[in-house]
């Protein structure tokens, strides 16, 4: 459209510019142009936290926060969570089409080919001290995966790159179980490759003694749903870490160590194990009303509560919802539940959240299923992670080939001193009490 444009005029010159908008955006390099005279930087904007800036294109994955839609590769989140399985969802972000029988059959033997990890990685693993956190430990053995293929380095080699990525989808799995057995001091379990993605995972954690582990199809049904809801959520704290390392062509097992880094913050991923803590420190119905006074006093939050994209209800929460009953006719009610069924209901009718449109998103209800499965809920932002690092992956690939990217470098507003001379150590002392 050629009406496509933006007239700005800078009252302190007078003077008119005309920027072109496109997809609902302007550049920021565009006011650059915009300037008071000639030793004038040019005009930037100011956007702590990424409030309103788009930092990327991307043709991943859709989220429309006012009407509660999220969407991969144009597919209902809904609907990959009745009709895929986790590889198929995890297929679909990386190549932007769902698999064929055939494509499918491969890209499954090619992650499960990967799952097995090198046995000096075993024990860099061990080496952790028997009560270290499983978010501490995955992502320092995803960091030292670096250090085993040197390889990685060869990032623009789409070969080596499509190789990094099945083996880093294979083997998340299988260091998530090795921290999940090395806290409760159990011998780790080899992976078995002959059980899919989620059966594999669950036999590598609950394994005991039996020969073959038979994994409850209910359990791993649930544990796929949840992975594909968790597998990708556009530009999150933790992708923009993704990116952001990422851009300046670091490997991607060291680029994906400090997404792990990012999502293990209890503002991100971090929020399931805080959802939990938060209803034990609840304990009971009766309690909930002094609860939410703190939270609407400023004195706390309700974990599990707010975003900042959607503002309607998380569609993951939803189907999560579902899920749990699923979940429960097997392992039995999780009392959590009534707790938090209260506390949501409570808070969607009080003025302060509806005023905030603060709703439940998909950490609030995730641990309660996962704790019910038999997890700590220190293993709760680990179950987030493996399948989150499929997305980190697709758009880690999509930025290498986007030649819009650059390393990522912020500006910024500086605010401190004027330039001054240093004053020797003596005087120092002194001239602080004379400007005092
Ligand atoms: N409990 C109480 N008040 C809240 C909450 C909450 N969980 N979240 C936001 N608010 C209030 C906040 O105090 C502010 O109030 P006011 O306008 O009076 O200052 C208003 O709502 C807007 O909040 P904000 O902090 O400006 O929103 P944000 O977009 O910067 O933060 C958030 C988003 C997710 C970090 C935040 O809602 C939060 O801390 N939630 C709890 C942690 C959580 O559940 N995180 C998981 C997010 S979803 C999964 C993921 O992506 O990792």
């Known amino acids: 459209m050629d009406n496509e444009t933006l007239t700005i005029t800078d009252n302190r010159t007078d003077q008119t510019y005309t920027v072109p908008i496109s997809r609902g955006t302007i550049r920021a390099m565009d006011l650059r142009q915009i300037k008071t005279g000639a030793d004038d930087f040019g005009l930037m904007t100011y956007d702590p936290a990424f409030m309103n800036t788009a930092s990327c294109q991307s043709a991943i994955t859709y989220l429309d926060g006012d009407k509660g839609i999220l969407r991969y590769r144009g597919y209902p989140i809904e609907q990959l969570a009745e009709n895929c399985t986790f590889l198929e969802v995890a297929y679909l972000l ?8 055939d494509e499918l059959g491969s890209w499954n033997r090619e992650v499960l080919r990967h799952t097995m990890i090198h046995e000096k990685l075993k024990k860099v693993m061990e080496g952790f001290n028997y009560d270290a956190h499983p978010m501490g430990m995955l992502m320092g053995a995803v960091a030292a995966l670096s250090t085993f293929y040197p390889d990685a380095r060869n990032i623009f080699d789409p070969a080596s790159r499509n190789e ?9 799995p299988t260091i998530a179980a090795y921290a999940y057995r090395h806290r409760l001091g ?6 078995d490759p002959e059980l899919c993605y989620t059966k594999n995972y669950m036999n590598m954690l609950w394994k005991r003694t039996e020969p073959k582990y038979a994994a409850n199809p209910v359990i791993a049904h ?8 968790h597998a990708d959520h556009e530009q999150n704290c933790s992708t923009n870490t993704m990116r952001a390392v990422g851009s300046s ?4 097992y060291a680029t994906t160590a400090a997404a792990i880094a990012a999502l293990w913050g209890p503002l991100h991923g971090g929020a399931n194990e805080e959802v939990l803590r938060m209803l034990d420190e609840i304990g009971k119905v009766s ?8 939270v609407k006093d400023g004195k706390r939050k309700l974990m599990g509560f707010g975003h900042r994209v959607y503002k309607n209800y998380d569609p993951r929460a939803r189907i999560i919802k579902r899920v749990a009953e699923q979940v429960f006719e097997v392992t039995g009610r999780n009392p959590k539940l009534d707790i938090a069924l209260e506390l949501e209901k409570i808070a969607l009718s009080d003025e302060y959240f509806i005023k905030r449109k603060l709703y439940p998103n998909v950490d609030f209800y995730s641990g309660i299923i996962y704790q019910a499965m038999g997890f700590t809920p220190d293993q709760f932002t680990v179950l987030f992670a493996i399948p989150r690092t499929v997305g980190w992956l697709a758009q880690w ?3 290498l080939g986007d030649a819009d990217q650059k390393i990522a470098r912020p500006r910024q507003v500086y605010i401190g001193q004027d330039a001054r001379d240093v004053v020797p150590f003596a005087q120092r002392g002194k001239l602080q009490t004379v400007t005092a």
């Not at 309690?287 to 703190?294: C, D, L, N, T, V």
Request: no cysteine.
């Open 94 to 101: 990386l190549n932007g089409e769902l698999p064929t029988e």
């Open 222 to 229: 649930a544990l796929e749903v949840l992975f594909i809801l």
């Open 186 to 191: 159990l011998p780790y379990v080899y992976p």
């Open 164 to 172: 990094q990525i099945s083996r880093l989808i294979g083997k998340m």
């Open 249 to 252: 062509h670091a490997d991607p």
């Open 397 to 399: 690939q999509e930025l």
């Open 287 to 294: 309690e909930i009303p002094g609860f939410i006074a703190q």
